[in-house]
């Protein structure tokens, strides 16, 4: 039986813990069992329990400490990824082997580990040996997406991640929550993007014909090929949750192998009908 694993990725700050606690609650609710493992050395606090934490191997703090090291922050958390890509038999030991696991990493969000260090990679690579089917879910904060070169940079922060870890990837505006309801209906072109009118919109803007003709032929990429699509992800609506959930598990096939389970039902009175004795009746009369 195959085994599920979510990434869950995105810059610092676009709600990858968040999504992950969203994402528990959710499971709960609809009675499904969810873990999540925490793969960010620099991780400080979660409202939710974790099956594996990276910090127990090595922390981001301990590294800067060394005096023999002397690492900033960012170097710090690269030599710890590093040293976990070296020590896998932890992750393994950590998860066990359970039929059916549905696993949420959440994963730093240092972008440089997704576009040109191989951390990531052999991370997916392991993970598909041991029989898990991998998704990508890229986030993005929906508020850093109201314009649209912003929200060119965040496409290509998505397709870098996808080219580079070469797994089915989800991605995701979050914190629509805390959008205002103008900023909201202006997000909602961005969901489903025509990127030759977006060009056409802020060509004023762009003064260098250099950078007017590599910036059409990003969004020609774009545009053409519907390589990066973006689900908006509102933690209050249970609705648009479920949604985002439905992508992901289609693109790992999740449920195809699982056998019926009935849901949980709110406990009723016993029915304590005898049924043999009712039919036997209606026979003598």
Known sequence: MPRYAQLVMGPAGSGKSTYCSTMIQHAEAINRSVQVVN???AAEHFDYPVMADIRELIMVDDVMEDESLRFGPNGGLVFCMEYF???FDWLEESLGHVEDDYILFDCPGQIELYT??????QLVEQLQQWEFRVCGVFLVDSQ??????KFISGIMAALSAMVSLEIPTVNIMTKMDLLSPKAKKEIEKYLDPDMYSMMEDNSVTIRSKKFKKLTKAICGL??????VRFLPFDRTDEEGINIVLQHIDFSIQYGEDLEFKEPKEPDEEPDNTNYDDFFQEKVED
Not at 116 to 121: A, D, E, K
Not at 144 to 149: A, I
Not at 222 to 227: A, E, N, P, T
């Open 116 to 121: 040109h260090l191989p951390v990531m990679r």
């Open 144 to 149: 850093f997406m109201v314009e649209t070169f």
């Open 222 to 227: 774009i545009d053409d090929y519907s390589m």
């Open 85 to 87: 890509a070296n020590n």
């Open 39 to 41: 793969l960010d050395p």
